[in-house]
């Protein structure tokens, strides 16, 4: 059974930089099509960035387009999220999500399509 751990949340003032890791155990990563997700409680889900099985395909949303940057490194079986320049409403609840069925480049959306999902991580920008 799949099993995603992320890492990296915190406190960070506005313009500050946080990497966000998402540890995969279980399963072949290099099967998973992988995204980053995030939500505001009350607040629809929201597409952040995916990564294909290769990594030559990544998507990210333009609400962090050149901010964001999402990256996979096999030989650690982990995914991250490096995230730049951050913004008091980049305040949210991080997800990882894996995809098992999308062979070829990767799907955001608000993420129904992903098959497994962490428990997320908090970030919190303010000063």
């Known amino acids: 059974q799949l099993q995603l751990v992320e890492s990296g949340g915190g406190l960070v003032q506005p313009g500050g930089s946080l990497r966000l890791s998402c540890a995969a155990s279980?399963?072949?990563?290099?099967?998973?099509?992988m995204g980053w997700f995030r939500q505001v409680p009350g607040k629809e889900r929201e597409g952040v960035s995916c990564?294909?099985?290769?990594?030559?395909?990544?998507i990210t949303a333009d609400s962090v387009k050149g901010r964001f940057t999402i990256s996979r490194d096999r030989a650690k079986r982990t995914v991250f999220l490096q995230m730049d320049r951050l913004k008091s409403e980049d305040t949210a609840i991080y997800y990882c999500?894996?995809?098992?069925?999308?062979?070829?480049?990767?799907?955001?959306?608000?993420?129904?399509?992903?098959?497994?999902w962490g428990k997320g991580t908090p970030v919190t920008v303010s000063s």
């Open positions: 990564i294909s099985r290769s990594g030559a395909t990544t």
């Open positions: 279980g399963f072949n990563l290099d099967y998973l099509t």
């Open positions: 999500a894996a995809d098992r069925d999308t062979p070829y480049g990767c799907r955001l959306g608000s993420g129904d399509g992903m098959d497994y």
